[in-house]
């Protein structure tokens, strides 16, 4: 948690005076940490159970297959760690750039397990790393809004003056819960947030910091995300 950790005190003090809000920055990392953790306390307890079968079982077959287990748990936490560290974590100097090729790799090893079919579009070529954050957040949470499965579009048209990107979740019952649109639309006081509520707030936030906006749309079994970023606002 080391690289998750220091960025929430030192962003908030960058971005709290735009929303009129005062805050504890510890309850903040407090909370980003919280919704980091339960990422991973599905593999990491996978992972325990397999080890229990290998002390306690004497079976061949059932040590291959608590093996099995470990292995498949340890790339789950290993892919969801790597999604943090990006999606959340403190990385470089100022001003650093992450290219989105490994962007994309580090996504499609993320949602490879999920319900929801990763379509990651986007060039090779380097974008602040604040507008990664921003772009694999909204992934995020359109995988959440399709939770029977379905298909997730991440779309990055990048040009010299503007990023502009499209998140956009189609499956069954698509839908996003008014606590998240809540929290997009800064709305929620925060002294209610939750682990749960903390990221479209921060997202959000992040947008704004970079001069841009963040907008939702709805269609049939769909659920989509827009923002444009202006680079130079962005670098300011």
């Given at each position: 948690?080391?690289?998750?950790?220091?960025?929430?005190?030192?962003?908030?003090?960058?971005?709290?005076?735009?929303?009129?809000?005062?805050?504890?920055?510890?309850?903040?990392?407090?909370?980003?940490?919280?919704?980091?953790?339960?990422?991973?306390?599905?593999?990491?307890?996978?992972?325990?159970?397999?080890?229990?079968i290998?002390?306690?079982?004497?079976?061949?077959?059932?040590?291959?297959?608590?093996?099995?287990?470990?292995?498949?748990?340890?790339?789950?936490?290993?892919?969801?760690?790597?999604?943090?560290?990006?999606?959340?974590g403190?990385?470089?100097?100022?001003?650093?750039?992450?290219?989105?090729?490994?962007?994309?790799?580090?996504?499609?090893?993320?949602?490879?397990?999920?319900?929801?079919?990763?379509?990651?579009?986007?060039?090779?070529?380097?974008?602040?790393?604040?507008?990664?954050?921003?772009?694999?957040?909204?992934?995020?949470?359109?995988?959440?809004?399709i939770?029977r499965?379905?298909?997730?579009?991440?779309?990055?048209?990048?040009?010299?003056?503007?990023?502009?990107?499209?998140?956009?979740?189609?499956?069954?019952?698509?839908?996003l819960?008014?606590?998240i649109?809540?929290?997009?639309?800064?709305?929620?006081?925060?002294?209610?947030?939750?682990?749960?509520t903390?990221q479209?707030?921060?997202?959000?936030?992040?947008?704004?910091?970079?001069?841009?906006?963040?907008?939702?749309?709805?269609?049939?079994?769909?659920?989509?995300?827009?923002?444009?970023?202006?680079?130079?606002?962005?670098?300011?």
């Amino acid at each position: 948690m080391c690289a998750l950790s220091p960025i929430f005190p030192r962003m908030w003090r960058r971005i709290a005076p735009t929303t009129g809000q005062s805050m504890n920055e510890l309850d903040l990392a407090a909370l980003m940490v919280s919704r980091v953790c339960h990422d991973l306390i599905s593999p990491v307890a996978a992972v325990s159970n397999g080890l229990e079968i290998l002390a306690d079982e004497d079976d061949p077959a059932m040590k291959e297959q608590a093996m099995s287990l470990i292995a498949h748990s340890v790339g789950q936490a290993k892919a969801r760690l790597l999604f943090a560290r990006l999606a959340f974590g403190a990385m470089g100097s100022a001003g650093a750039e992450i290219d989105l090729g490994e962007a994309g790799e580090v996504a499609t090893e993320f949602f490879k397990t999920g319900k929801a079919k990763l379509d990651w579009q986007a060039p090779r070529g380097a974008i602040d790393k604040e507008m990664v954050r921003v772009l694999l957040n909204l992934a995020n949470m359109g995988a959440d809004s399709i939770p029977r499965g379905g298909q997730l579009t991440v779309k990055i048209e990048p040009t010299r003056a503007h990023v502009a990107v499209t998140v956009t979740a189609k499956g069954t019952r698509a839908n996003l819960a008014q606590d998240i649109r809540d929290g997009l639309e800064l709305k929620t006081p925060f002294a209610e947030l939750t682990g749960r509520t903390v990221q479209p707030y921060i997202t959000s936030l992040l947008a704004k910091k970079l001069g841009s906006a963040i907008e939702v749309s709805f269609g049939p079994e769909t659920v989509r995300f827009d923002v444009t970023f202006d680079r130079k606002a962005a670098a300011a």
